[in-house]
């Protein structure tokens, strides 16, 4: 404030009120957005409440007949309107109202504009991203539910669950699921059972309606609040048709809660069935892999040297003595052969031999030199020479014909 107050000097309340007055003057017109309630006409003016949609808030509006029936349709209880306000504070009662200069109905349109303006700005920000859902375990052991109070959504999720598998266990949180406690008490569930260790997955699940009942399933509150959860999330919001922005940012989204019991939960009767069938296929598979190694057991020891040992050693022995005997046979031929050719070989050498010359009779007659005297004409008288014969060698000198006729 910006008078100095004592409580020795203090302010008049009128004095103070008009100040609140004057602050509240300048902010302006504005337009705001609720839902109309304690809707009541008294003379020229209508008095209304516009309540938040979301958050547990609210303020008194007046509006005078013409601005209210100028709106067409014209808003009832619980309709939503946007409405273009002059904020007043009426010094002498001390309360503060707005007053409606204009008054337009929200129809379905501009709230799916709205939601599709929240949706692409979320899912800028990548809380959408399938990279950030994260995959439900095959058999939670208890599972969080969020749901109304003595709900049919609440019947369907258990019951169908238990139907499917006996054992589970559930943490159920019974909230609003619809008007302006819902986004809070959803939210407050939701952190109370993501904090709790033991369960494994979140369900929240509600039953069709209107746009407008599942308008808390679509707040930014809420949705963030779902992307922050460390636990899994299943969104079961309505029908199939129906889709909050909840189902968006939930690691899974159900049309039902019937489905969300099904997604969550396995059917302990298909799970039998397929551990039957994968039971006896790997008795197939084992069965069809000793069956083959009973087969490749039979033909090795069909084999003849696992058969019979001893006449494969037997065989194998007349074969090493055969290529024995056949070795000998081929030495002894080679050396047969070798004596013929070694003695025919001898019997040529001796036949061309000098030596078989000289024994019959004929001698060599040589030079000095050694060399072979083949001609007479060759030998001059006086020369020696020297005569080979078969068992020694002789040296003489040559005369001349009439010289060796007188001697």
């Given amino acids: 404030m910006t008078s100095k107050t004592t409580p020795e000097s203090p302010l008049p309340i009128r004095t103070v009120l008009q100040m609140v007055g004057g602050w509240i003057g300048r902010l302006g017109t504005v337009w705001v957005e609720g839902e109309i309630t304690d809707l009541s006409a008294r003379g020229g003016t209508v008095f209304l409440t516009l309540r938040d949609p979301v958050a547990n808030v609210s303020a008194r509006v ?47 349109g501009e709230m799916m504009v709205r939601l599709e303006r929240l949706r692409q700005l979320l899912a800028a920000e990548g809380l959408f991203n399938a990279d950030r859902k994260r995959r439900l375990p095959f058999l939670p052991g208890t599972i969080g539910l969020i749901c109304g109070r003595e ?40 952190r109370k059972l993501d904090a709790d260790s033991s369960v494994d997955v979140i369900v929240v699940a509600r039953g069709g309606g209107s746009l407008e009942d599942l308008l808390p399933f679509s707040d930014e509150t809420l949705v963030r609040a779902v992307a922050a959860c460390r636990t899994p999330v299943v969104s079961a919001i309505g029908h199939e048709q129906d889709s909050p922005l909840l189902d968006l940012v939930a690691d899974v989204r159900a049309s039902t809660p019937t489905d969300a019991a099904k997604k969550v939960v396995p059917d302990v009767g298909e799970q ?29 020891r069909s084999r003849p040297s696992l058969a019979d040992p001893v006449r494969e050693l037997e ?32 019997a040529r050498l001796v036949a061309l031999s000098p030596a078989a010359t000289l ?49």
């Fill in 315 to 346: 065989r194998r022995a007349e074969q090493a003595e055969a290529l024995r005997d056949r070795a000998r046979r081929s030495l002894s031929s080679s050396l047969d052969r070798a004596t013929d050719d070694l003695t025919h070989l001898r």
């Fill in 359 to 407: 024994e019959r009779g004929y001698a060599i007659v040589q030079h000095p030199s050694g060399e072979v005297v083949r001609l007479a004409k060759d030998v001059t008288p006086g020369t020696l020479l020297t005569i080979r014969l078969s068992d020694d060698r002789v040296t003489v000198r040559a005369q001349e014909p009439d010289e060796a006729a007188e001697a």
């Fill in 151 to 190: 709900s049919a959504a609440e019947r369907d999720v258990l019951e169908n669950s238990r139907r499917r598998w006996p054992a589970v266990r559930f943490k159920v949180e019974e909230v609003a699921v619809q008007g302006p406690y819902a986004v809070t008490e959803v939210t407050e569930a939701l």
């Fill in 62 to 108: 007046t509006a005078p007949r013409g601005v209210y029936e100028a709106t067409v349709p014209r808003p009832s209880n619980g309709a939503r309107v946007v409405v273009h306000v002059k904020p007043d504070f009426w010094v002498n009662r001390g309360s503060f109202a707005f007053t409606a200069l204009e008054m337009r109905p929200v129809g379905v």
């Fill in 272 to 300: 039998l069935t397929l551990v039957r069938q994968l039971r006896d296929r790997g008795r197939r598979v084992l069965s069809g892999w000793l069956d083959r190694e009973m087969s490749w057991l039979t033909s090795a």
